[in-house]
């Protein structure tokens, strides 16, 4: 379809927006697959592909053909400095780069050859091997290239606390749990399986640097550490068998039907290896469907330089499918539409009606709601859960007994996933204690999931629309997120990047549960989005806003980030040159099959660690930012 977008920078004709939206849904539907479901990339970093090859080194099943692919793909991931990033576009990350680098070395690169002396010197001008991160350390360490007496003790006794003791497996959250059992069994057994090569290229020689002062909580935990270490080379015998059998039998319970642990790549691969060292062989059920499972995340793709492998952390059906169904709707989609009835047919069938590890905080709630990913029974989330409800409730399905019953329980699951301050976290209640995040163990990334503003935002959103806005939970909601507005009008973004998202997120939320449009904390977040539109008309944060201040706000126009500036602007009822703007930017850049380009990433994982670029972002936001500005209405 082509196109005329008049370029400028007044409004774009109503045809024109129509034109684009009608080739953005066809775009969009070509996507779906027969079984009603959509599913973008889930792209992060070459840290994946690297610990991927070295797990399977590990194992003793890694093969030629998968090591060349994916050693051309960390190759062609590599920066100008010599580094690889977290993100495209983004600053090279000192543990990123040791990991591609030793891979490399795996699949046959000479440290003389012209990438890896640059890798080199990056990785010694941040400070070498001894200033990366201890994920890092612990792969090295596997192979003999790290001393495990380095490395923070974990002991495997932690799965003996109680939920109420701090500490306790429980505290952490979700994603991180389910990899530090599993690291309990493999820091305790103490592997090491020489590679025939060393790292020497990328050490400094720089003593580690000194204890933080005793009386702080992080020169406190230092010693416990130091006491832990002296306790593990002579445990109490029996305990630790003990401790060692229940993290098994903790690990084992929650593997997934599809062989995952929690449908991601960390306790994936750390479980995989502490059931190795434990004795299971490869042909055990659990690691035969682990290893298998591992396969169906592995993108191969034809490129110039030949076949390219790589690896997905996690995956987004879920999320994706929910996102594209309210897209189509928002852009005036039936609710009978064929598409839609699919699609809300395949969600229904992945409604999650068995309680998982949030029932450790909330033992009598009963089950409901939906996680990220195609197989996650233990670990729904509350953002997928809200979002899922906030599609399904606009269609007009044939079962609406069936419908209705998931949407009810979901709403009740989301409610009494509150956490006592009255915002919500992605996956458990009150998973907030931050003295967990003070272990020497815990740098890299989030390790806790207290609420956030985006997924309390949709939590909010979802309850105006069943009509509860002044129910107690809808209203404490309301006020834990006009708390967290920050002072410049602007709310931080966790799950996507950053103050744009998250700016996006709570102003339709905040209008839906009936705050108006002239109330203060809408008017500073109209003038907080006007105040950082770019001169093209788009919006753009680069992820180096999570720990620069410096970028809140500023970055190259994505599609995405346009769209959810949008979003915020059309719910406060803005018909501004802002506006306008925007929606030329999204009409003029709109490409010939209807999508649009998006190489940056939008998504996060970790804030200032670990970011995500979700592939179908480019178009869900897009389309819905441009149907609620056709509509200039409600999406209910």
Not at 75 to 81: K, P, Y
Not at 86 to 101: H, I, K, Q, Y
Not at 584 to 613: C, K, N
Request: glycine share 10%.
């Amino acid at each position: 379809m082509t196109l005329t977008t008049g370029r400028g920078t007044g409004p774009a004709p109503a045809t024109t927006v129509a034109g684009a939206l009608e080739a953005a849904t066809g775009y969009l539907r070509a996507q779906q697959v027969p079984q009603g479901w959509w599913k973008g990339e889930l792209e992060t970093n070459v840290t994946m592909d690297a610990e991927d090859l070295l797990l399977r080194e590990f194992l003793g099943v890694r093969q030629e053909q998968e090591t060349a692919e994916a050693a051309r793909w960390i190759r062609s991931q590599q920066g100008i400095d010599g580094s690889w990033a977290n993100f495209r576009g983004g600053p090279g990350d000192l543990s990123t780069t040791v990991e591609a680098w030793v891979v490399l070395r795996l699949a046959g690169d000479e440290p003389e050859a012209e990438h890896m002396r640059r890798a080199a010197d990056f990785v010694l001008a941040g400070g070498g091997l001894e200033r990366s991160r201890v994920f890092t350390r612990i792969w090295l360490a596997l192979f003999g290239l790290w001393s495990w007496e380095e490395l923070p003790d974990m002991p495997p006794e932690l799965v003996f606390l109680p939920p109420w003791f701090p500490l306790n497996v429980y505290d952490w959250g979700c994603w991180a749990r389910q990899t530090v059992v599993p690291l309990t069994i493999v820091a305790t057994l103490r592997p090491s399986r020489p590679l025939p090569f060393g790292v020497d290229e990328l050490r400094t020689g720089a003593p580690r640097p000194p204890q933080a002062r005793a009386w702080t909580l992080a020169g406190a935990f230092e010693r416990l550490d130091s006491v832990l270490h002296r306790y593990s080379r002579n445990p109490i015998r029996p305990l630790r068998r003990l401790a060692m059998r229940r993290a098994a039998e903790w690990v084992l319970a929650r593997q997934e039907a599809d062989g995952s642990w929690g449908g991601i790549q960390p306790p994936w691969v750390y479980s995989l290896l502490a059931l190795h060292l434990l004795g299971y062989p490869a042909d055990h059920p659990a690691m035969r469907a682990g290893l298998r499972g591992l396969d169906r995340f592995l993108i191969r793709e034809q490129t110039g330089d030949g076949w390219v492998r790589r690896l997905e952390a996690c995956q987004s059906p879920v999320w994706d499918t929910c996102l594209a169904v309210t897209a189509l709707l928002d852009a005036g989609a039936a609710p009978d539409d064929p598409d839609v009835q699919r699609a809300a047919d395949w969600l229904l069938d992945e409604e999650i009606r068995v309680p998982g590890d949030w029932a450790v905080r909330r033992p009598d709630l009963e089950p409901g709601g939906w996680a990220f990913e195609f197989d996650n029974d233990g670990y729904p989330d509350i953002d997928d859960t809200a979002e899922v409800v906030l599609a399904l409730r606009r269609v007009a399905h044939p079962d609406h007994e069936r419908l209705r019953g998931a949407i009810d329980r979901a709403v009740a699951w989301n409610i009494g996933m509150q956490s006592r301050d009255g915002g919500w976290g992605a996956f458990d209640a009150d998973n907030t204690r931050e003295v967990i995040t003070k272990l020497p163990f815990c740098d890299f990334g989030a390790v806790i999931d207290p609420p956030s503003a985006d997924v309390t935002a949709h939590v909010v959103e979802m309850l105006a629309a069943e009509g509860r806005a002044d129910d107690p939970a809808c209203r404490r909601g309301v006020a834990w997120l006009l708390d967290a507005q920050e002072p410049d009008g602007s709310w931080f973004g966790r799950w996507g990047a950053n103050h744009i998202y998250g700016t996006g997120g709570v102003v339709p939320a905040l209008v839906a549960a009936g705050i108006p449009a002239s109330a203060p904390a809408i008017r500073r977040a109209v003038g907080w989005l006007e105040r950082h539109q770019n001169p093209d008309g788009g919006w753009g944060e680069d992820l180096r806003s999570y720990t620069d201040p410096a970028w809140i706000g500023r970055g190259t126009s994505t599609a995405s980030q346009t769209a959810w500036a949008l979003l915020a602007l059309l719910a406060a009822g803005e018909r501004s040159g802002a506006v306008e703007r925007g929606v030329r930017r999204l009409v003029d850049t709109q490409l010939p099959d209807g999508s649009w380009d998006e190489p940056e990433f939008t998504g996060t994982g970790f804030p200032g660690a670990f970011y995500i670029r979700y592939h179908l972002y480019r178009m869900v936001f897009p389309i819905s930012a441009l149907g609620r500005y056709l509509r200039r209405g409600s999406p209910r």
